[in-house]
């Protein structure tokens, strides 16, 4: 169905959406230095118009110092405006301590994801819990550390969300351990209605990555395991992990006009987890490693769900040009004149601003033509 030019046209419009020398800087980090971003959210277009974008302040240093004390994943925000290219303005901030949930503390937080709905807004939550491994493996567990799962709060404004109503939607999988931490949600309205709720797993061990996915269907408040391993480990670059971060909805324009639905969906991944040493007469490149990703696209028939591919076998396709080269947590929002898009860019002082770039609909048309 989906041939070598059709995947072409793909990776030619994720490569001008994620165009890394035409980002702005759209959120600061607190600091410009190592282990400093603001990033891991989503965009999406309020009823108004404006453009909504969230995620979490993290910064360097560790959380291990008393629940709620610690740096790392410390601050949730939302930002508003009323464009693409306009200043974005913090509307709403919620702490570690402010997201303890059932009881249970937060020690880090971490992606975050909003969704519009027929009556109002949700905001899924990841965060650190401070909770034990199962008893059979508790000796995997650093101490200070907690388990990854996922919360989920709603109100009818994005500025009246609050901790008030949070519950928690994916606790971690004590029966499932090799997929024990829960985190890192995105969200896809699905053309029946039903919602698609993707998130990140990772081993009790924190060995590798990959995505899973559950589906919420039109007018439940349930959600339904779709798949535990939704885009497999890649050959070459992308061995380490497998972490979906979003899917486009390709417009059904051009070469794909006459196509059933077809979805492009971007990923995080690297070499390994942890910085290799090079050798000196290799191949010198960026190769990613834990928090310091690079990135590629899968594709996928939304009636083949969830079945995607990886059109980036042999090498990435999203590489900062400045620090570590990290380029990570793409998100995408449709728009009347165009496409959104914003990602975490390592920079010169290896710090990740969130950063953006807006397509216009005429360059959309042209590259699908």
């Known amino acids: 169905m989906l041939n070598s030019d059709h995947h072409g046209k793909l990776r030619e419009l994720a490569s001008a959406l994620v165009d890394q020398q035409r980002a702005r800087v759209l959120v600061e980090p607190q600091d410009r230095s190592t282990g400093f971003w603001f990033g891991g959210g989503n965009i999406v277009v309020d009823a108004d118009g404006s453009i909504l974008i969230c995620g979490r302040y993290r910064n360097y240093g560790d959380s291990r110092t008393g629940v709620g004390a610690g740096e790392r994943g410390l601050e949730l925000a939302v930002f508003r405006g009323s464009s693409p290219d306009s200043e974005f303005e913090k509307i709403l901030s919620f702490t570690k301590n402010d997201l303890a949930c059932n009881g249970v503390g937060v020690v880090s937080i971490e992606g975050v994801a909003l969704h519009r709905t027929n009556d109002g807004i949700e905001l899924f939550i990841s965060t650190e819990k401070d909770t034990t491994y199962p008893d059979r493996i508790s000796g995997f567990q650093k101490a200070g550390?907690?388990?990854?799962?996922?919360?989920?709060?709603?109100?009818?404004?994005?500025?009246?969300?609050?901790?008030?109503?949070?519950?928690?939607?994916?606790?971690?999988?004590?029966?499932?351990i090799e997929r024990l931490h829960c985190k890192d949600p995105w969200v896809a309205d699905l053309a029946n209605g039903d919602l698609m709720l993707g998130y990140c797993t990772h081993p009790f061990s924190w060995s590798s990555s990959g995505t899973g996915a559950k589906i919420r269907k039109a007018g439940s408040h349930t959600y339904e395991d779709l798949t535990f391993d939704m885009l497999r480990r890649g050959p070459v670059w992308d061995i380490a992990a497998a972490r979906v971060t979003e899917r486009l909805a390709i417009p059904k324009i051009g070469a794909f006009s006459d196509l059933p639905d077809v979805s492009l969906y971007f990923y995080d991944s690297a070499e390994c987890l942890r910085q290799l040493d090079e050798n000196p007469g290799a191949v010198s490149r960026p190769r990613g490693w834990s928090c310091e990703e690079i990135g590629g696209v899968a594709v996928g028939l939304d009636s083949e769900l969830p079945a995607i591919e990886s059109i980036t076998v042999e090498e990435p396709l999203f590489i900062s040009p400045y620090g570590t080269g990290c380029s990570r947590y793409v998100a995408t929002a449709i728009t009347e004149d165009g496409i959104f898009a914003n990602w975490q860019q390592s920079q010169k002082d290896f710090s990740q601003p969130l950063v953006g770039n807006f397509l216009p609909k005429s360059e959309v048309e042209k590259i699908l033509a």
């Open 145 to 176: 550390t907690g388990v990854w799962s996922i919360d989920r709060i709603h109100a009818d404004r994005v500025e009246d969300l609050s901790p008030a109503n949070i519950e928690e939607i994916i606790p971690n999988q004590a029966n499932a």
